[in-house]
């Protein structure tokens, strides 16, 4: 029955193309992104003023692309790509595994692989497959017992451990919030959800503060307890994965993190400490972004910005540019573009025809969401510099292209959606 309806919504599809060519170049959904890629081109120039030694049109012309290859992935039914999903996952992996082996490290992090004429980065790759592969799984697994979760986070699990030891703590925390969207949006139940979540504030509270943690293991042992049929079984598993958590992260802390990134997630609560070294980039990313004001500095004018105060600002700072150039209207301006967006994806993945659709777009909408929350956060100073990039606006081709081809299986689930609407 489901072959059948496939074949007979792939048909009514490509009849209806002529009608979706305009409403797929002119839609909000690649619009806003162009959009967003023309403003930070813009940035990029401010940052590096000389021309020759610019990227911004590395970035533009690499948006472009993006946007006529979403249009193009746009016409695509996604159940085409299905029987492809399972070796794209391996392949991730396995460029993952090669980055160990013959990985370009930049900043003390090897996280490129170079093919000769260019270079990527896997662990942007594996993102995309790892919402693909999740939705496979969890497109028809009801999630009711501890035994459905295994499969699911063992998937899950093995690109996270290759992605966090390269070390790249940013695109890892992407991964671990994205499965929680993706889990709660397939039924699991909140409170496990919340269970699962609370093991970063287990970890916390190691460092913080670990007589909390006698009280804190036990009430997360009485939240399984109330959330579960199998009350004593899910009891003991809560506790043994919050007691696990408190002996694994020293460890992490110790032999998983490098020590810029213990400076960055210690010193944002007071970047002050070391205003030379790790908290150098918060202090500078704040003096960049008062200095705009309510209307900025204008383009191409931010005087922090064209000094090149912060290092690599325009890849996860680009933020600080935006603010000095165009000031808080300006940030504010780009944030509305950002809501529309999220706003989107969120109502097509709400109206998809399938739940494998349905969970493709909510995997992307929070990956994107996560990103813009966390590098936004981090550019003001309230959060901890990881390295996460703002999506359509950092430099990065790799980071770019795949969010033009998430933006591509959004429109495709779109218009899918519409010819069923319309049968």
Not at 40 to 54: A, C, D, T
Not at 67 to 80: D, K, M
Not at 121 to 130: C, R, W, Y
Not at 178 to 206: A, D, N
Request: with cysteine; net charge positive; charged share 15%.
């Amino acid at each position: 029955m489901i072959n059948e309806i496939s074949l007979l919504q792939n048909k009514r599809f490509f009849q209806k193309k002529d009608k979706f060519d305009r409403k797929n170049f002119f839609s909000p959904l690649v619009l806003i992104p162009l959009v967003l890629v023309f403003i930070s081109s813009i940035l990029i120039k401010s940052v590096q003023i000389e021309f020759l030694q610019s990227d911004f049109l590395n970035h533009l012309f690499t948006g472009l692309f993006g946007y006529f290859l979403a249009i193009l992935i746009s016409y695509i039914p996604i159940e085409r790509i299905r029987k492809y999903l399972i070796p794209f996952y391996f392949c991730s992996l396995i460029s993952l595994l090669l980055i160990y082996f013959f990985g370009l490290s930049i900043y003390g992090a090897q996280r490129w692989l170079s093919l000769g004429i260019f270079s990527f980065q896997p662990s942007e790759v594996a993102k995309l497959s790892t919402i693909l592969i999740l939705a496979l799984v969890l497109e028809k697994k009801s999630i009711s017992s501890i035994k459905d979760l295994l499969f699911p986070f063992f998937i899950v699990v093995v690109p996270w451990l290759l992605i966090f030891f390269q070390p790249d703590l940013g695109t890892s925390l992407v991964l671990i919030v994205l499965t929680f969207v993706m889990l709660y949006w397939s039924k699991m139940p909140i409170e496990w959800i919340l269970i699962l979540g609370f093991c970063l504030l287990t970890s916390v509270f190691y460092f913080v503060s670990p007589n909390l943690l006698i009280f804190w293991i036990p009430f997360m042992g009485y939240l399984a307890y109330r959330s579960s049929q199998n009350k004593i079984s899910f009891s003991i598993f809560t506790l043994a994965l919050h007691s696990l958590v408190v002996k694994l992260t020293p460890i992490m802390w110790e032999f998983g993190l490098k020590d810029y990134q213990k400076d960055r997630l210690i010193l944002f609560l007071d970047p002050n400490r070391d205003p030379l070294g790790g908290g150098y980039h918060l202090i500078q990313s704040k003096i960049a972004i008062g200095s705009g004001g309510l209307f900025g500095t204008g383009l191409l004018n931010g005087k922090l910005t064209n000094l090149q105060f912060i290092p690599e600002q325009h890849t996860d700072f680009i933020f600080s540019a935006l603010g000095e150039e165009l000031g808080f209207l300006g940030c504010i301006l780009v944030l509305f573009l950002f809501f529309i967006l999220i706003s989107q994806l969120v109502k097509i993945s709400k109206n998809a025809r399938t739940n494998f659709e349905s969970l493709i777009v909510i995997g992307i909408a929070s990956t994107f969401l996560f990103q813009i929350i966390i590098n936004l956060f981090m550019t003001i100073g309230l959060g901890p510099v990881t390295g996460i990039p703002l999506p359509f606006m950092s430099y990065g081709r790799t980071s770019l292209l795949i969010n033009f081809i998430c933006i591509g299986l959004a429109l495709s689930t779109l218009n899918r959606s519409r010819s069923l609407r319309n049968k």
